[in-house]
Structure formats: structure tokens, C-alpha cells
């Protein structure tokens, strides 16, 4: 089944929701509610999903895009977080290999800096035993001639010798709308911007949760289920679901930088040690650009709007011109920074990247589930997990199946983009990203197999897909969730803007005076993301 993920379809579901009684309710669209929306669909549970805003707009949309176990995990003894992250990688590389690709990674040894080449080694051994199903290559080490063939801009001082690893990279965005779809293909009913505002119980017991439809500022309706899971990540404890007895949560912040990679200079990705306090750090390869991340400090401010902050900005910018000396990078090469809240639980550890980023599962007096803590790479088991409870309170079984489903795209996307007549570049793009079926749809509308900005892959028909398939329902929507334009572009999609709001103008029925509000507030977003270029501090 090919769920309808358009503007239409959300309408219909949101009349699903106000008139049917489901299984389970999942309240949060970030990759932890996605997969448990997709887990109990895939057991034959009746479920609905919902998100007060898009999904992935949290934190499962502003990662460090990485799916990996954690090499810096076992310094702190986390051997079974590890070993279940490394599990669940191979099988997302195996399940997903069009949303998550092979990464090489190198871990330089310098002398007087940060590990030495024995406990690196022991640490890469470790890393590598506890992978059992040994998708990736083993791990190699590399004297320091054979490092800087490798990585010929690092910075030769003292260097020892370096490891070569493998990890995981993936669009953290694009992995929960895929999450979504197949949620949605298996037969659960989802939509965006539907707030949950209270549960409804009776003799104190939950019985389903009252929803308020944001955009069309409409009247709240019940959706009536037996089971509600919080899954919301770091507003836990909302005022809908004030009754979770979990341990504190103790939100971190993370911030990323995309910078130009030709002013780096990586091949691949490599691991930086912090100049300031000898944090790991990573540079990743990410097309023209370089990821940058990523800072981990205790957040105290809004949850609703973290920016990246000039300090966190120069954290990252001096990490990189340590380690690669020629890049000089300055906050005026920055192309795009991003922030991020981390729904850690709550630690009496000192260093914020000491946290533990183990999750755990609530059980509050009336019924109401609730999850917190875990990893994006984590997110099938953490869903596995939460199901396998809704079914005991259900008195149902039902075969675990997410294991064994494959997920996003086919290995043989690309070729199949190739012979709808799309050129190399651009069904290499596309292939990473879309089914086939679905995006042809749309090739033949016009300008469809142009780019929207000649300098990157994006194609307009992405954006008519993004509306009719991927439930996008705002201009911020398309541009920094469903492309990333907002990430990729020198000015960030500013002048393409207005192009792509009067393309999803007619298929959403917008107003001249709505297209403005939509230019003005994703202009109003980008500027919020560039006022660390303002501070003069330093």
C-alpha cells in the first residue's frame, strides 16, 4: 500500500484521528516516535502519529548525521550501548542502503595530544569486536607517511601514526521522513503540526489524547486509543504528559557548521581533538561542503529555537585549523550552522559529553508510556522495545518484523533515475533519496528535471514530491527538512525562496499575502542561524 502523504492526505487522517479509535497513539514525529509508529504498523496494531510541528523539525532533523556506535563511548565503559548501536548500524546499512552509506574514517595520533597510538588501538579493536555482523572493512593502522597520503592536509607536527575506521553517514532528516512513509505504507495514519494538548483518561486510566490541528487553527478533537506513547524527546515532561515520572532530563546542546571542503582539505572523515579540552570532534565529507561537529554543553534556554552561538561556532572553527593548518577558516566561511538538543536523561557527570546516551522507558499511573534518551542509530531497537510493552498491554503478539524490512530506497534507485533519462549526477543524487515510482510522477511537470540552484543537485520535481508525497507543509518544511537547501547553499536558498514558495503556492493553496509570510519567516529563520556572525567577542 502507497499511503497519500499529501496535503489531502493529512487532512484525511486528521479526520481518521477525530473519528476512528486506534491501537496506540504515538505523540512525536522524530525518528523515535516515526519507528515506533512504523514497528506497531508492521505487528498489525492500529496507529496514529502525530507531531506539533514537522517531523524531524527537532532534534532527529539537526544530528551530526552520523550512524555509528560511539567510539568515544568506551572510555566511559559503555560497552553494551556500543554493541547494540554497532548492531543496529549493520543493519541499517544492509536494510537502508540507499539512506545510509559507508564511511571511512581517520583517527590521528599525535604526540602530547589527546589518546595515545596504544589505547587508539585498543579502543579500534574493541570497536571492532563488539560489530558482529562485520558489514564494514576492519580496522587498519596507519604509520604517519601512509596517514598524510591519506589525509595530505593534516597537520604533520607531531605526528604519530593515525587508525582507519568505518562507521556510517545519513540525511538525518530524509532517514525519518523515510521512517514516516513506511510507517505510513504499513497502515499507520500520520500528521504533522497536530499538538497534542491533554490526555484524556478515565478512571485513571489513558484512553487517548486530545489533538489541536495547528495550521488550520482548528478545533481539538480526541483521538481515542488505549495506549499513548510520549515520545518527544527533550519536551518529555509537556504539559500534556506532566504526569511522566522520569528522572530529569538533562538537554545538551550540540551545534554544527557546514563549511567549505576545499578550504579543509579532507578526503574522508576525520576525527579532531578539541584544542580547548581535548573533546573528540568530527569533519565529515558532505558533497562541496565539510560537517563540523560537534559541541555538547547543558542547555538552559528555550527548547523551541536553539541557534548556534558564536563561542560554540569558534569551538568548532579553531578544532578544524589545529588539526588542518591551511584552512584558516574564520565565522565568515561558515555556510550554515545548526543547533540541536540532545533528550539526555539526567547525570551527575561533569562533562556534558560524559552523559550516557542510553535511553529508557517510563510507565506513568495512568497508562501513559513514555520514552527518553537514545540515539538516532538506536532508534529500531529503542521502537522494538517500546512496541513489544504496548502489545503486552494490548493482549496482542504479533511477529517482530522491523529486522528484517527493508527500508528507503533500492540499491537500484540510480539506475532507474538513468533510464528515466536523468543524467549521472543527478540520479546519483536522487537514487539517495526517492523511490523511483514515486519522484516520476512528477518529472514531467514543468522545468522538473531542472536544478533549483544551479550549483547543487536538487531538482524541482523534489519539491513538487515534497508537497504531494512527504506531507511538507510550509516553505521551511521543503527547504530545510525535505532538500536541505537551507544547509547546502551559499546564501543558504535566500534567493531561491520566493522561486520554490510560488511553486508550493498553487499545489497548497496559498494566498499572495501567505507565499510573503512564508519568504519572510524562512528569511527570519536564516537570519536567526547567521547572528553568531554578528558578535564581536573575539
Request: aromatic residues 6%; glycine residues 8%; proline residues 6%.
Given at each position: 500500500m502507497t499511503a497519500d502523504l499529501s496535503h489531502r492526505g493529512r487532512a484525511a487522517n486528521l479526520a481518521r484521528m477525530a473519528s476512528e479509535t486506534f491501537n496506540v497513539a504515538v505523540v512525536g514525529g522524530g525518528i523515535v516516535g516515526a519507528a515506533i509508529a512504523r514497528d506497531a504498523a508492521l505487528r498489525?496494531?492500529?496507529?496514529?502519529?502525530?507531531?506539533?510541528?514537522?517531523?524531524?523539525?527537532?532534534?532527529?532533523?539537526?544530528?551530526?548525521?552520523?550512524?555509528?556506535?560511539?567510539?568515544?563511548?568506551?572510555?566511559?565503559?559503555?560497552?553494551?550501548?556500543?554493541?547494540?548501536?554497532?548492531?543496529?548500524?549493520?543493519?541499517?546499512?544492509?536494510?537502508?542502503?540507499?539512506?545510509?552509506?559507508?564511511?571511512?574514517?581517520?583517527?590521528?595520533?599525535?604526540?602530547?595530544?589527546?589518546?595515545?597510538?596504544l589505547s587508539l588501538r585498543l579502543g579500534l579493536l574493541l570497536y571492532d569486536a563488539l560489530s558482529r555482523d562485520k558489514v564494514l572493512p576492519r580496522r587498519a593502522w596507519l604509520d604517519a607517511a601512509a596517514t598524510l597520503a591519506r589525509e595530505p592536509q593534516l597537520s604533520p607536527d607531531a605526528l604519530r601514526a593515525s587508525g582507519r575506521y568505518h562507521d556510517a553517514l545519513t540525511d538525518d532528516a530524509?532517514?525519518?521522513?523515510?521512517?514516516?512513509?513506511?510507517?505510513?505504507?504499513?497502515?499507520?495514519?500520520?500528521?504533522?503540526?497536530?499538538?497534542?494538548?491533554?490526555?484524556?483518561?478515565?478512571?485513571?486510566?489513558?484512553?487517548?489524547?486530545?489533538?489541536?490541528?495547528?495550521?488550520?487553527?482548528?478545533e481539538p478533537f480526541l483521538l481515542c486509543a488505549p495506549v499513548v506513547v510520549n515520545a518527544i524527546g527533550v519536551w518529555l515532561t509537556a504539559p500534556y504528559a506532566a504526569g511522566v515520572p522520569a528522572r530529569p532530563l538533562r538537554p545538551t546542546k550540540g551545534i554544527h557548521i557546514f563549511v567549505p571542503r576545499d578550504r579543509v582539505g579532507n578526503r574522508e572523515a576525520v576525527v579532531l581533538t578539541s584544542p580547548h579540552d581535548g573533546r573528540m570532534l568530527f569533519v565529515l565529507p558532505w558533497g562541496r561542503l565539510a560537517l563540523v561537529g560537534t559541541t555538547d554543553t547543558d542547555h538552559r534556554g528555550d527548547l523551541n529555537a536553539p541557534v548556534p552561538e558564536a563561542a560554540d561556532v569558534d569551538y568548532?572553527?579553531?578544532?578544524?585549523?589545529?588539526?588542518?593548518?591551511?584552512?584558516?577558516?574564520?565565522?565568515?566561511?561558515?555556510?550554515?550552522?545548526?543547533?540541536?538538543?540532545?533528550?539526555?536523561?539526567?547525570?551527575?557527570?561533569?562533562?556534558?559529553?560524559?552523559?550516557?546516551?542510553?535511553?529508557?522507558?517510563?510507565?506513568?499511573?495512568?497508562?501513559?508510556?513514555?520514552?527518553?534518551?537514545?540515539?538516532?542509530?538506536?532508534?529500531?531497537?529503542?521502537?522494538?522495545?517500546?512496541?513489544?510493552?504496548?502489545?503486552?498491554?494490548?493482549?496482542?503478539?504479533?511477529?517482530?518484523?522491523?529486522?528484517?524490512?527493508?527500508?528507503?530506497?533500492?540499491?537500484?534507485?540510480?539506475?532507474?533515475?538513468?533510464?528515466?533519462?536523468?543524467?549521472?549526477?543527478?540520479?546519483?543524487?536522487?537514487?539517495?533519496?526517492?523511490?523511483?515510482?514515486?519522484?516520476?510522477?512528477?518529472?514531467?511537470?514543468?522545468?522538473?528535471?531542472?536544478?533549483?540552484?544551479p550549483e547543487l543537485p536538487f531538482v524541482w520535481a523534489e519539491i513538487d514530491a515534497a508537497v504531494e508525497a512527504e506531507m511538507a507543509q510550509t516553505l521551511a518544511d521543503v527547504m530545510?527538512?525535505?532538500?536541505?537547501?537551507?544547509?547546502e547553499s551559499m546564501d543558504q536558498g535566500r534567493t531561491v525562496a520566493p522561486l520554490v514558495a510560488a511553486r508550493i503556492a498553487p499545489r497548497l493553496g496559498w494566498t499572495a499575502?501567505?507565499?510573503?509570510?512564508?519568504?519572510?519567516?524562512?528569511?527570519?529563520?536564516?537570519?536567526?542561524?547567521?547572528?553568531?556572525?554578528?558578535?564581536?567577542?573575539?
Amino acid at each position: 500500500m502507497t499511503a497519500d502523504l499529501s496535503h489531502r492526505g493529512r487532512a484525511a487522517n486528521l479526520a481518521r484521528m477525530a473519528s476512528e479509535t486506534f491501537n496506540v497513539a504515538v505523540v512525536g514525529g522524530g525518528i523515535v516516535g516515526a519507528a515506533i509508529a512504523r514497528d506497531a504498523a508492521l505487528r498489525g496494531l492500529k496507529t496514529a502519529l502525530i507531531d506539533k510541528g514537522d517531523f524531524a523539525s527537532g532534534t532527529s532533523g539537526k544530528t551530526s548525521r552520523l550512524v555509528h556506535g560511539g567510539l568515544r563511548y568506551l572510555k566511559n565503559g559503555k560497552i553494551r550501548l556500543v554493541r547494540t548501536a554497532l548492531r543496529e548500524r549493520d543493519l541499517l546499512l544492509r536494510r537502508a542502503p540507499g539512506l545510509v552509506r559507508p564511511l571511512a574514517f581517520t583517527l590521528p595520533a599525535y604526540r602530547g595530544k589527546g589518546a595515545g597510538p596504544l589505547s587508539l588501538r585498543l579502543g579500534l579493536l574493541l570497536y571492532d569486536a563488539l560489530s558482529r555482523d562485520k558489514v564494514l572493512p576492519r580496522r587498519a593502522w596507519l604509520d604517519a607517511a601512509a596517514t598524510l597520503a591519506r589525509e595530505p592536509q593534516l597537520s604533520p607536527d607531531a605526528l604519530r601514526a593515525s587508525g582507519r575506521y568505518h562507521d556510517a553517514l545519513t540525511d538525518d532528516a530524509r532517514l525519518v521522513l523515510a521512517v514516516v512513509r513506511a510507517a505510513a505504507d504499513a497502515g499507520a495514519v500520520a500528521a504533522n503540526y497536530a499538538e497534542a494538548i491533554d490526555l484524556a483518561a478515565e478512571g485513571g486510566s489513558v484512553v487517548g489524547v486530545h489533538v489541536r490541528p495547528r495550521l488550520e487553527d482548528g478545533e481539538p478533537f480526541l483521538l481515542c486509543a488505549p495506549v499513548v506513547v510520549n515520545a518527544i524527546g527533550v519536551w518529555l515532561t509537556a504539559p500534556y504528559a506532566a504526569g511522566v515520572p522520569a528522572r530529569p532530563l538533562r538537554p545538551t546542546k550540540g551545534i554544527h557548521i557546514f563549511v567549505p571542503r576545499d578550504r579543509v582539505g579532507n578526503r574522508e572523515a576525520v576525527v579532531l581533538t578539541s584544542p580547548h579540552d581535548g573533546r573528540m570532534l568530527f569533519v565529515l565529507p558532505w558533497g562541496r561542503l565539510a560537517l563540523v561537529g560537534t559541541t555538547d554543553t547543558d542547555h538552559r534556554g528555550d527548547l523551541n529555537a536553539p541557534v548556534p552561538e558564536a563561542a560554540d561556532v569558534d569551538y568548532l572553527l579553531d578544532a578544524v585549523n589545529a588539526t588542518f593548518p591551511f584552512a584558516r577558516l574564520a565565522r565568515a566561511d561558515v555556510v550554515s550552522a545548526y543547533a540541536g538538543l540532545r533528550p539526555l536523561l539526567g547525570s551527575t557527570a561533569t562533562r556534558e559529553s560524559d552523559i550516557s546516551r542510553e535511553h529508557e522507558i517510563f510507565e506513568s499511573p495512568d497508562g501513559l508510556l513514555s520514552i527518553a534518551g537514545g540515539k538516532l542509530t538506536t532508534m529500531r531497537a529503542m521502537a522494538e522495545e517500546v512496541v513489544d510493552r504496548v502489545c503486552v498491554r494490548l493482549g496482542r503478539s504479533g511477529p517482530r518484523a522491523t529486522r528484517e524490512a527493508g527500508l528507503g530506497p533500492s540499491p537500484e534507485a540510480r539506475e532507474r533515475f538513468r533510464a528515466l533519462g536523468l543524467d549521472d549526477a543527478t540520479a546519483e543524487h536522487l537514487g539517495c533519496r526517492h523511490d523511483p515510482e514515486t519522484l516520476a510522477r512528477f518529472l514531467s511537470e514543468p522545468r522538473a528535471r531542472e536544478r533549483v540552484d544551479p550549483e547543487l543537485p536538487f531538482v524541482w520535481a523534489e519539491i513538487d514530491a515534497a508537497v504531494e508525497a512527504e506531507m511538507a507543509q510550509t516553505l521551511a518544511d521543503v527547504m530545510v527538512r525535505r532538500l536541505g537547501l537551507f544547509y547546502e547553499s551559499m546564501d543558504q536558498g535566500r534567493t531561491v525562496a520566493p522561486l520554490v514558495a510560488a511553486r508550493i503556492a498553487p499545489r497548497l493553496g496559498w494566498t499572495a499575502d501567505r507565499v510573503t509570510e512564508e519568504i519572510r519567516a524562512y528569511g527570519a529563520l536564516i537570519d536567526d542561524h547567521r547572528r553568531f556572525r554578528e558578535d564581536h567577542g573575539r
